[in-house]
């Protein structure tokens, strides 16, 4: 299994371009969110989804669309980029709706706008 | 105030150290989640708690529910055990869980 995978890895983009972050778990994981990680700050949900179809805002959604139309792919869209949207974004998944399962993790996706 | 607040902020120790790094937070859980975040590299999940203690290889983690509080501690610290432990509660609200700042952890050979 390949677990979470994330890509790209590394992106800079200039302001008001717009982009996909491509998240993809081979573990057949109903819950996949998306969070952003910022200097001096804890992990932040940007979207989350509970299923094929089913998707939901989370603490900091502004600027950001998702969509799930499988349950193996979660994409984060950035619709016009932002110097504020500079951060690490991480692709996260876990068996059902509790938060007492484990949670997997993508390798990050370290994007800069300029 | 954070939700969670994890102490120390940044850690230094020497190699064969034991290491201790706690975790506070404000709102009732149903389970409480310690993560390793490598220099550049992904965030993985080492412990999932919801009461009591559990123990892997030189990693140990506690919960006081009643106390809102948890430790994380390190037998013989390594310099590879260097990372950010990030310290993550989960509500009863869609699942969500929030998260603490993290502790920077240095272990010098």
């Known amino acids: ?114 | 105030k954070n939700e969670v607040e994890q102490s120390p902020q940044n850690l230094t120790a020497q190699e064969g150290e034991f290491i201790t790094i706690n975790c506070s937070y404000s709102v009732g859980i149903s389970a409480l989640h310690w993560l390793q975040q490598h220099p550049g590299g992904g965030i993985v999940s080492l412990f999932m708690l919801s009461s009591g203690k559990k123990k892997h290889g030189r990693l140990i983690a506690t919960i006081n529910i009643q106390e809102k509080h948890s430790s994380l501690h390190i037998t013989a610290s390594h310099p590879r055990d260097s990372a950010v432990y990030i310290c993550a509660v989960g509500g009863t609200s869609y699942g969500k869980l929030t998260f603490g700042q993290g502790t920077i952890l240095t272990v010098h050979p």
């Open chain 1, 1 to 114: 299994n390949a677990g979470v995978t994330q890509t790209p890895k590394f992106q800079v983009l200039k302001t008001g371009q717009s982009m996909t972050l491509q998240c993809a778990q081979d573990m057949n994981h109903e819950y996949m969110s998306w969070y952003r990680q910022d200097p001096g700050m804890g992990l932040r949900l940007i979207h989350y989804s509970v299923g094929a179809g089913i998707t939901d805002q989370g603490e900091v959604p502004n600027g950001y669309n998702v969509s799930r139309s499988t349950t193996e792919d979660f994409p984060l869209r950035l619709l016009s980029a932002a110097p504020s949207q500079t951060s690490v974004y991480f692709c996260a998944s876990r068996r059902g709706w509790s938060s007492g399962n484990t949670i997997y993790f993508g390798e990050g996706s370290w994007l800069t706008v300029v």
